[in-house]
């Protein structure tokens, strides 16, 4: 039973670029949730999905979007990158209708930006 | 907005010795959970809470949920060298399984 996996492991992008990490939920999971954690810092609520739709969002700018697929795969795009988005980008999983349900860590997209 | 906070940010202990940490939320929450994270890996989910004043154990970890619902702690008695990493409280707020997190209490046992 594949639990959540995230690519790439590593990437290294110059400001003002994009970039796009991928996310696959753990296997009968439907809900992708997107985290940026941040050097000592706990992880940061970006956004979640549900049904192809974006149903949470935190408190990130537009920059920040993404998309989920209809195997509940997901991915997250962020624009015009700056230093300060540096950061362990975490993808967690979970199922919408277990109340309560925990989530499902991927081991996460390093992410520096020069 | 929404925060929870958590002490302390680190704590140094002697194996044998006892460790707490400490969460608290600036509103009230559905439920909270703890994650612990090792280093340079991602976090583990280890338990969830619901009920106010709920007491849940596993082994040598205790966790508490407090009456409000908008404190929570671990507690770990008679640390070993396996329960190093980051402890991190995560609060749920409203029915999506959005979660805050704490900043984390990052536990060093010393052999």
């Known amino acids: 039973d594949a639990g959540v996996t995230q690519s790439p492991t590593h990437l290294i992008k110059t400001r003002g670029q994009q970039v796009t990490l991928r996310c696959s939920p753990k296997?009968?999971?439907?809900?992708v949730s997107w985290y940026q954690q941040a050097l000592g810092q706990g992880p940061q609520f970006i956004f979640q999905y549900y049904e192809e739709e974006e149903r949470q969002r935190g408190n990130f700018p537009d920059r920040f979007s993404g998309h989920q697929f209809p195997n509940y795969s997901s991915e997250l795009n962020v624009n015009a990158l700056l230093l300060g988005d540096s950061a362990l980008y975490l993808c967690?999983?979970?199922?919408?209708?277990?109340?309560?349900?925990?989530?499902?860590f991927g081991n996460g997209t390093r992410l520096t930006v020069t | 907005g929404q925060q929870v906070m958590q002490i302390p940010q680190y704590q140094h202990v002697q194996e044998g010795e006892d460790f707490t940490t400490y969460c608290n939320s600036s509103t009230t929450l559905s439920n909270i959970q703890w994650y612990k994270q090792r280093p340079g890996g991602h976090p583990v989910f280890l338990i969830q809470?619901?009920?106010?004043?709920e007491v849940k154990k596993q082994k040598r970890l205790t966790f508490q949920f407090g009456e409000a619902k908008k404190n929570s702690s671990l507690h770990i008695t008679a640390t070993q060298t396996t329960d190093v990493g980051t402890y991190f409280c995560a609060g749920r707020v409203g029915n999506f399984n959005k979660f805050y997190f704490g900043s984390g209490t990052k536990l060093n046992v010393k052999p």
């Open positions: 296997s009968g999971h439907d809900t």
């Open positions: 967690a999983s979970s199922l919408a209708g277990a109340y309560n349900s925990p989530l499902h």
């Open positions: 809470l619901v009920k106010s004043g």
